[in-house]
């Protein structure tokens, strides 16, 4: 090799070296298993109750096509199957790890009652993404008040929801799956 033949050669090599010798101080491209958390900060929110959105909110945000609204499903793939929140995407608690969100964002989580959406808003908040909200009363609010409203709207209308008759209240001894059952022989 000629010394013209050499200079790319050894320019490269530089660039290589500075950005090797740069990286310990760049910092790891992968989220810390520790987080710091704002205990006081979320606690706040919570009693302030900043931290859920009712069912018929997130059907209006659905309806009104909410800029940079995301949902998610929580819970296991096989009850996603079933029946889900229209527009939701099934990510389970065990890979939340693995998420992204962009800043723009507004995600709202949802499970089967709303326990795992709020552990998983915690998980959020502590990745550092603000615009989160978990469903407060899950699927199954979503089923009572959305699908099996005791009054039909315009907004439970537009996703199937039938009013449940007078004086009657939800099945609230009944689970998810059983209510997910009731909506699937009904049609929805």
Same mark, same amino acid.
């Given at each position: 090799?000629? &010394?013209?033949?050499? *200079?790319?050669? #050894? /320019?490269?090599?530089? =660039? !290589?070296?500075?950005? %090797?010798?740069? $990286?310990?101080?760049? &910092?790891?491209?992968? *989220?810390?298993? #520790? /987080?710091?958390?704002? =205990? !006081?900060?979320?606690? %706040?929110?919570? $009693?302030?109750?900043?931290?859920?959105?009712?069912?018929?909110?997130? /059907?209006?945000?659905?309806?009104?096509?909410?800029? %940079?609204?995301?949902?998610?499903?929580?819970?296991?793939?096989?009850?996603?199957?079933?029946?889900?929140?229209?527009?939701?995407?099934?990510?389970?608690?065990?890979?939340?790890?693995?998420?992204?969100?962009?800043?723009?964002?507004?995600?709202?989580?949802?499970?089967?009652?709303?326990?795992?959406?709020?552990?998983?808003?915690?998980?959020?908040?502590?990745?550092?993404?603000?615009?989160?909200?978990?469903?407060?009363?899950?699927?199954?609010?979503?089923?009572?008040?959305?699908?099996?409203?005791?009054?039909?709207?315009?907004?439970?209308?537009?996703?199937?929801?039938?009013?449940?008759?007078?004086?009657?209240?939800?099945?609230?001894?009944?689970?998810?799956?059983?209510?997910?059952?009731?909506?699937?022989?009904?049609?929805?």
């Amino acid at each position: 090799m000629n &010394g013209t033949t050499l *200079r790319p050669v #050894r /320019a490269l090599a530089i =660039v !290589a070296l500075t950005l %090797g010798a740069a $990286a310990p101080f760049a &910092g790891s491209p992968y *989220r810390s298993a #520790r /987080a710091s958390v704002d =205990v !006081a900060g979320l606690a %706040g929110m919570i $009693a302030r109750e900043e931290d859920h959105v009712t069912a018929l909110e997130l /059907a209006t945000w659905i309806h009104d096509r909410k800029s %940079g609204l995301r949902i998610i499903d929580v819970r296991e793939p096989e009850e996603f199957a079933a029946y889900q929140i229209p527009t939701a995407e099934n990510i389970p608690l065990a890979q939340f790890s693995r998420l992204s969100f962009k800043p723009e964002e507004t995600v709202v989580l949802y499970s089967g009652g709303g326990a795992h959406a709020a552990q998983a808003w915690v998980f959020i908040r502590a990745l550092g993404h603000r615009e989160v909200l978990f469903l407060r009363g899950g699927l199954n609010e979503w089923i009572d008040d959305v699908m099996n409203p005791v009054a039909s709207t315009p907004i439970t209308r537009y996703f199937g929801g039938v009013a449940r008759p007078e004086g009657s209240a939800p099945p609230s001894a009944s689970t998810t799956v059983e209510r997910v059952r009731q909506l699937r022989r009904r049609g929805c």
